[in-house]
């Protein structure tokens, strides 16, 4: 009798195991499901920053597909793009910015064609769509800023790339904005940088 007793209260005891169980994997699911759609990419389209008065767009015209880069800002790649197999050359440079210097666009030029250099792949050549959305000159001015005046001061640049391949293919889009010295050129160099890592790693 007292077999039957144990038999039968363990399997009272296994149904309502089985039951919380159930009931603590739909709570799960319920929290799980909301904090995995706020930690998806950071979409450009979403961002203060597009939706600033200030922004400054370039030549890409669909933003909505740019999400935050690995050590960019802003960027989307096809998905079969590989590249970092590619070679990159400079193709056309559109100035959008206030400053209408030529010296700029040869110096954006002669940077990124030496920082593409070292992108050495051999899947053949992506083109380099360029364009200059913004320029901030050196503005020792901005020194007084709580916390990041020493790093607003310094000049910057914001860049947009549209890479193609041979058959004129949109296979990756790069938006980034960056910060270094009291030259243009400085800051050039450091977006550079920032973008042809990217394009290397990816």
């Not at 959008?96 to 920082?115: A, G, T």
């Not at 549209?162 to 904005?177: G, P």
Request: charged content about 20%; overall charge neutral.
């Amino acid at each position: 009798m007292s077999n039957h007793v144990t038999e039968k209260a363990f399997g009272v005891y296994t149904r309502n195991a089985a039951f919380i169980l159930r009931i603590c994997l739909v709570f799960v699911i319920a929290i799980l499901v909301p904090v995995a759609a706020l930690c998806g990419p950071d979409r450009l389209v979403d961002s203060n920053e597009y939706k600033d008065k200030g922004f400054h767009p370039g030549i890409i015209k669909d933003y909505g597909d740019m999400v935050k880069g690995d050590g960019v800002d802003w960027v989307w790649a096809a998905s079969s793009a590989k590249l970092g197999n590619y070679k990159v050359k400079v193709g056309s440079i559109t100035n959008k910015s206030e400053s209408h210097s030529k010296s700029l666009v040869d110096s954006v030029k002669s940077i990124f064609s030496n920082y593409f250099a070292d992108v050495a792949g051999n899947n053949g050549t992506l083109t380099a769509e360029m364009c200059i959305t913004e320029v901030q000159q050196y503005a020792p001015g901005k020194a007084w800023i709580p916390f990041a005046g020493g790093h607003q001061m310094q000049a910057g640049i914001g860049i947009e790339i549209i890479l193609r391949d041979q058959n004129n293919k949109t296979v990756a889009k790069l938006r980034h904005f960056d910060r270094r010295g009291m030259d243009v050129k400085d800051a050039v160099e450091e977006v550079a940088d920032h973008m042809v890592n990217y394009i290397s790693k990816h």
